[in-house]
Nanobody
């Protein structure tokens, strides 16, 4: 399974971007779908996630500004980012965590990352 992230770019503070992450095929037994981000010199951190039941969770820094969603029919997940701030500048990675057929072991699938740059 390949994940292809897109939608990054350069915007001014206050602007918006929509990231997409398309899977090459349908992923079964999904546990969670996430967007992580990594700024230079910092560890990768979870920005937003959606669980198997549809519950969402967001990093405190992005709450109220970012929205994660998914379109199962298109095998695609999205991250809508509004009111962007310079501190949102990072490489954004999509991630899918899924169970194997035994419903015990889990695998992580990662996209290649897409750069988001927010200027003040």
């Amino acid at each position: 399974v390949q994940l292809q992230a897109s939608g990054g770019g350069s915007v001014q503070a206050g602007g918006s971007l929509r990231l997409s992450c398309a899977a090459s095929e349908r992923i079964l037994r999904i546990n969670a779908m996430n967007w992580y981000r990594q700024s230079p010199g910092k560890q990768r951190e979870l920005a937003a996630g959606v669980g198997r039941g549809g519950s969402t969770n967001y990093a405190d820094a992005v709450k109220g500004r970012f929205t994660i969603s998914r379109d199962s029919a298109k095998n695609t997940m999205y991250l809508e980012m509004n009111n962007l701030k310079p501190e949102d500048t990072a490489v954004y990675y999509c991630n899918v965590n899924a169970y194997r057929h035994d419903w015990t072991t889990r695998d992580d699938y990662w996209g290649q990352g897409t750069q988001v740059t927010v200027s003040s």
